[in-house]
């Protein structure tokens, strides 16, 4: 007998087994197919989500302490300092001594990174556009307040 196709996320079916059927799970492929839309997007502009991000951080919190921007980027230190390698080396960040602390190193977004960052800002909008595209605007409203009351533990 031929195995039954794959659940569908939202797709309405009698689980053979009650966890294939959680919230957590339906909330893990949204968030693997959102993923994969902006990772479509963003390589076909030449970048990375993680570059994105961290671009981003910079031009709303920069200058910041490398391990302060590795904390708001919920990301361990080394992998961070392996990203911002790559960054500077591309001429997208900078770095330099903190000024009264020789152990930090702050990091800057660099007119190059800002003009990049500002690119991607279409591409991630036209992203966030394909991944709404099936819900009106008070829908996508309320998913973004519950998904933002889920990420919080309903602390405000």
Do not use: K, N
Not at 5 to 26: K, M, S, Y
Not at 102 to 131: F, H, K, Q, S
């Amino acid at each position: 007998m031929p195995a039954a196709p794959a659940p569908q996320p939202g797709q309405a079916q009698e689980a053979a087994w009650p966890g294939l059927d959680c919230l957590g799970r339906q909330l893990t492929l949204a968030a693997r197919h959102a993923r994969q839309i902006f990772d479509h997007r963003l390589a076909a502009a030449g970048s990375t989500f993680a570059t994105y991000v961290t671009l981003g951080m910079l031009a709303g919190h920069g200058p910041v302490i490398q391990r302060q921007l590795a904390a708001m980027l919920g990301v361990e230190a080394a992998t961070l300092t392996r990203q911002l390698d790559r960054l500077e080396r591309d001429g997208l960040v900078a770095r330099e001594p903190a000024a009264g602390d020789r152990r930090a190193v702050l990091v800057r977004l660099t007119r190059p990174g800002r003009a990049l960052l500002e690119r991607l800002d279409g591409e991630m909008a036209a992203a966030d556009a394909e991944l709404c595209a099936r819900l009106d605007p008070e829908q996508a409203g309320q998913l973004r307040g519950l998904l933002d009351l889920l990420a919080t533990g309903g602390r405000a």
